[in-house]
């Protein structure tokens, strides 16, 4: 199995989680799980994607529900070309390091911020418009639903989480999150930014409104063939007869076909509205071009379902991949926050007959700008040495090796990439780096 791997200049990480309360339709994948699975095959990004089926028991009080809707999702989005080889692929409630941070981030999180999460707030101004008492059917899950959105975020130190706009506020969450636990015990955990893409269509619905199982007018994406030509053909059109010019403008056959389709195709289509084509030779070409990119996928989700044993195969061994990461993390974590064995203490708890000291260490990190940064701090954890900005994760891993290898004789080189104004005096950064030169010779 190929574990990702643990370095000092990992790749730049992307995370998403898809709630399982549901079957994904053509909306889901034209507006995300196309362009999250692109995505997933760029170089230099590491990939996590996620069942939130934690996620789900705050909305589904269905067990059979949840169940098949974790099937029917993780099958979707592999039939579609999500690779698990690439990717580490896992189911939520099969990593307890989440739950863990959950709570360690429970214990530094203010209850004025979750106040204002949308969610809670929109229960609270549902219940005063049905004059009902505030919290009623406010479970602890949904007041706390963002801090375990923040759990799945951080455990990975994920750097980009693609939302929509509606979903910003939760990144900002665990962003405060994050500062709130890295000024109380270090700087550990990395704020996320959220990613959002302008230009995810969002698809209209058989009658023209917001493709959503909430108005039932949605379009299978792995139904039967049969299901979907019904479907398509019953799309709301207006009165216009065949040979009479028709307008894209509004037009949600237009709409979907263009969100399948690449420029030339959409302006041959377009072309044929100003031709008069007849709405029915429309919705059959609608048809052809869905079906068209759709069927390949539907054999491997239909064989899917089938299998069971092989979906459960591969999310265990994304969970395997997951865990190899979040178990380590979570006992630096523990560590930190001083849940430590009686018999190993360590930092400023080790008694001096054990030897050893603590030793500075290099700390890198994203900023708010996007952009990356690097730091040394000594053992007491003060800052020596503060980096400049550099484009790239993989930039700042260099000069940092750089420093590693060859010590105080490397600050001249890369005084340029180094902000020495904000640095505490050079012999106490030569000595530092003299330490862990020391340290890594020993």
Known sequence: MTVPASSSTPALRVLTG???????????????IRA?????????????????????????????????STLEIAASWLAA???????????QSDIPEITELTWLLTCVTGKGLLNRAHAY???????AAAALEPDTDVTAGLFMYPVLMAADILMFKAHQVPVGRDQIQHIEMARDMAASFNHLYGEHLVPPQALIDDN???LPGLDGRKMSKSYDNTIALFGPREQLRRQIMSIVTDSRAPGEPKSTEGSALYQIYRAMADDAEAAAFAQAFSDGIAWGDAKQQLFERIDREIAPMREHYQHLIAHPEEVERLLLAGAEKARAIATPFMR??????????????????RPKA????????????????????????????????QSRAFDSPREAGQAVKKLQAEGAAALAALAA?????????????????????QAAAA
Do not use: W
């Open 18 to 32: 898809i709630t399982t309360t549901g079957t994904p339709h053509l909306g889901n994948y034209v507006g995300s």
């Open 417 to 437: 990439q180094l902000d020495l104004s904000a640095s505490q005096s050079t012999e106490r950064i030569a000595e530092a780096l003299e330490q862990l030169l």
């Open 121 to 127: 707030k929109a229960m609270l101004d549902k219940n």
């Open 36 to 68: 999250a699975v692109r995505a997933s095959r760029q170089s230099g990004v590491q990939s996590f994607y996620f069942l939130a089926d934690y996620h789900a028991l705050i909305k589904c009080d269905e067990p059979a529900r949840i169940q098949r």
């Open 81 to 91: 070309g999500l690779d698990p080889e690439r990717v580490t692929f896992y189911r």
């Open 354 to 385: 054990e030897g050893k000291p603590a030793l500075p260490a290099f700390k890198q990190y994203r900023e708010t700008d996007g952009r990356f940064y690097f730091k040394l701090a000594d053992a007491a954890g003060r800052t020596l040495l």
């Open 332 to 349: 630096e974590l523990r560590r930190a926050v001083g849940l430590r064995s009686m018999a190993a203490p360590s930092g400023a708890a």
């Open 200 to 202: 995810v269509a969002l």
